[in-house]
């Protein structure tokens, strides 16, 4: 009964911006992490950034902290990664996820440990 979907991606140079969105829809109480992970071709999907719904706690990639930060809105049925300073290194298909509460550690940003996943989005940076 969840959707996620995402909007937002396109193509980037090297040091530019973009910002990602992921709209929700059937919110649950029990969905406690809201996610942002990416994938690029010929590797595994590796998580980016997330925030916790209740306590708005984020966690982040060492890759790409300093650079990238999640938020969601004031109704939290929308979750954004604003993405700066971007690097040819972040072209990916990012794509959103949700899940239920992890103990803190390791499997906040291990994509298996996730239940619902938008369709991904294409970000593209050139040098």
């Known amino acids: 009964q969840v959707q996620l979907v995402e909007s937002g991606g396109g193509s980037v140079q090297a040091g530019g911006s973009l910002r990602l969105s992921c709209a929700t829809s059937?919110?649950?109480?029990?969905?406690?992490?809201m996610g942002w992970f990416r994938q690029a071709p010929g590797s595994e999907r590796e998580g980016v950034a997330v925030i916790t719904t209740t306590g708005g706690s984020t966690y982040y990639a060492d890759t790409v902290k300093g650079r990238f930060t999640i938020f969601q809105d004031n109704t939290k049925s929308t979750v954004y990664l604003q993405m700066n300073s971007l690097k040819p290194e972040d072209t990916a298909v990012y794509y959103c996820a949700a899940g239920t509460m992890v103990a803190a550690g390791p499997a906040v940003l291990t994509p298996y440990t996730y239940r619902y996943w938008g369709q991904g989005t294409q970000v593209t940076v050139s040098s």
């Open positions: 059937g919110y649950s109480y029990a969905l406690n992490r």
